[in-house]
């Protein structure tokens, strides 16, 4: 189902707390349209807004987060604020205990301050002296993109959860975007009706009988990246 209207926070983070992040999300009239849609559609209030919470069916996201029905919170950049714990040179913690912080938002007080994550994500600020890990995964050129396709995943360093996945340049002028793996968002907020995912993304190259798993969930289907095309509405 989609996020409520009014303004929320998601948390999330690694399973060993060295990275937590937050998910500022505004009023829904403030949130901008999937950047899909033109600015007259703003009118009908089923175009669908950012962020959104979907179930992704392409072979690369399968293939990459180790889950046969990834799912992402496609969140403008704007929205996403990161803290990483330090790590020191010679840092070997990452053999003696599962976690080195708090699994959720207790412990903020004493983290480092948030701060926006963009261009550390995106491989333009430096990770160094931190426990997040940023690869590009692939650089090359698409035949009809007007940029070179650069993704770009991020993990923790410590304990190997994957964060989060982006694309950076955005193609076409696309508003920049952080899409955060779901499965670490805090369980207090996951327990939320609104966490579950509102649509399928890509289901035109999903796998036939992991489609089946969730065809009767409720949402939209959509056969590429595109929430203007519908499978089913």
């Not at 609104?194 to 009767?216: A, T």
């Amino acid at each position: 189902m989609p996020l409520p209207h009014e303004p929320i926070t998601i948390h999330g983070g690694c399973n060993c707390g060295a990275m937590r992040y937050r998910i500022d999300v505004p009023s829904f009239e403030q949130r901008p349209l999937h950047f899909v849609h033109a600015p007259e559609e703003a009118s009908d209030p089923t175009t669908p807004r950012l962020p959104l919470i979907c179930i992704c069916h392409c072979n690369d996201c399968r293939s990459a987060t180790g889950s046969i029905l990834p799912t992402w919170c496609l969140t403008p950049q704007e929205m996403f604020t990161i803290s990483c714990l330090p790590k020191e040179e010679d840092d070997d913690t990452a053999m003696q205990s599962l976690r080195i912080a708090p699994h959720d938002a207790t412990d903020d007080a004493q983290r480092p301050p948030y701060v926006p994550a963009h261009g550390i994500l995106s491989g333009v600020e430096s990770t160094s002296g931190t426990w997040l890990r940023v690869f590009c995964s692939t650089n090359e050129k698409v035949q009809g993109w007007d940029v070179d396709k650069r993704i770009y995943r991020s993990f923790c360093g410590r304990c190997g959860t994957n964060i989060a996945y982006l694309v950076y340049p955005m193609p076409f002028r696309f508003r920049d975007m952080i899409d955060v793996v779901v499965g670490t968002v805090d369980r207090a907020d996951m327990e939320q009706p609104w966490m579950q995912p509102e649509r399928q993304l890509w289901h035109n190259y999903g796998v036939p009988w992991i489609k089946d798993v969730v065809k009767d969930m409720d949402g939209p289907i959509h056969p590429s990246f595109s929430t203007a095309e519908f499978i089913r509405r």
